[in-house]
């Protein structure tokens, strides 16, 4: 099998995660060259028969934002009902121009956009199960009726939304590998080198756009 038709399989689907205005240049919670992964992902989004999109959208009042704590500030840790919680500058508010996605992304063949942390007393960095670790987005249930088990992850941010994407799709049994260039991290405090350690414990794979 050649590489075109691995990836254009019908059990493989492409997972773009936040390519939206709030993690770009500019944006809420701006990821350093986080544009950069537009073109990336325009290259490789055709080679894949499924595609689905995230899209990280919260209330105007969010827990995860450091403005719903006074006298907090941004990028500090609190402690919340389901555990530990960085609060984030004010970012992907319902219905604004930063909660967008990307304009200049070209993929009009997705099939899916799975919106999460959209409950105000719940954040969720993964695709597929929000931080109480209970409450599903139904993107595992989704992608297993339509016979989908292998996933490859690109998006924003490496380290946050895009890794906890990747070991939650692990941990509901697809396999899954992250595309390295069509990503950019955050990197708060050591998060980035965690994050790949913990993927590849996981059994999370790395490739290129190149290889796709
Ligand atoms: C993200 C922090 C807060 C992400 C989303 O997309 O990685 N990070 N909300
Ligand atoms: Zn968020």
């Not at 773009?16 to 770009?24: E, L, N, S």
């Not at 894949?48 to 999109?53: E, R």
Request: hydrophobic share 45%; proline share 4%.
């Amino acid at each position: 099998m050649n590489t075109q038709e691995h990836f254009m399989r019908s059990d493989t689907a492409l997972l773009v995660v936040d390519a939206q205005y709030g993690f770009m240049p500019g944006g809420g919670l701006p990821v350093e060259g986080g544009d950069a992964i537009v073109p990336v992902i325009n290259r490789i989004a055709p080679r894949f028969a499924n595609v689905v999109l995230t899209q990280d959208w919260h209330p105007r009042d969010h827990v995860s934002f450091a403005a719903s704590h006074p006298g907090r500030a941004p990028f500090e840790t609190i402690r919340l009902p389901y555990g530990e919680q960085v609060l984030w500058p004010t970012h992907c508010v319902q219905g604004t121009h930063d909660a967008a996605l990307h304009a200049d992304l070209r993929i009009d063949h997705a099939q899916l956009i799975v919106r999460k942390g959209f409950r105000r007393e719940l954040d969720s960095y993964s695709a597929f199960v929000e931080a109480d670790r209970r409450t599903t987005t139904g993107l595992a249930a989704y992608l297993g009726a339509r016979g989908i088990r292998a996933l490859y992850l690109c998006g924003l941010a490496t380290d946050y939304c895009v890794a906890w994407s990747a070991l939650d799709a692990r941990a509901a049994g697809f396999e899954a590998t992250v595309v390295e260039d069509a990503c950019r991290a955050i990197d708060l405090d050591g998060s980035l080198a965690r994050a790949w350690s913990a993927m590849a414990a996981a059994g999370v794979r790395r490739c290129t756009s190149a290889e796709i």
